[in-house]
């Protein structure tokens, strides 16, 4: 017999471009599939390209989290 899903989730674990800065503490809206979802921005990281530049990755959280 086949369990009963209560709820399902989508953990997001990517990075992708995103063509300007968020500020810490900012909400971003993603869509998926048409649904709209607020993600705030948590933490801001820097990667060193050794080559005197940097990357800069937003980590963002589910504000339904």
Known sequence: MEPTINERFVRLTSTVPFPED?????DIA???KGRSYIFNC???EGK???DGTIDRVF???SVSE
């Open 42 to 44: 948590v933490k801001i």
């Open 59 to 61: 980590i963002l959280k």
């Open 48 to 50: 060193d390209n050794q």
């Open 22 to 26: 968020i500020t810490y503490g900012d």
């Open 30 to 32: 993603v869509e998926i």
